[in-house]
């Protein structure tokens, strides 16, 4: 089973988003994240769930 893990970094640049935007999802709860450390990674289930759960009509 292969997880692929991304850094907030990369998930703001895929969103279009400022890296402290994704950071913020993060701290409210709203983007599930692993923490390694002072480093936080986000697998892609996650963030397609993030995705998902925020689309609008």
Do not use: C
């Not at 950071?23 to 480093?39: D, E, P, Q, S, T």
């Amino acid at each position: 089973m292969t997880i692929s893990l991304l850094t907030p970094k990369e998930v703001a640049k895929l969103l279009k988003l400022n890296t402290l935007t994704v950071y913020a999802y993060i701290r409210k709860g709203n983007l599930k994240a692993v923490k390694f450390g002072r480093n936080y990674r986000i697998s892609t289930q996650d963030l397609n769930k993030f995705i998902e759960s925020n689309k609008s009509y």
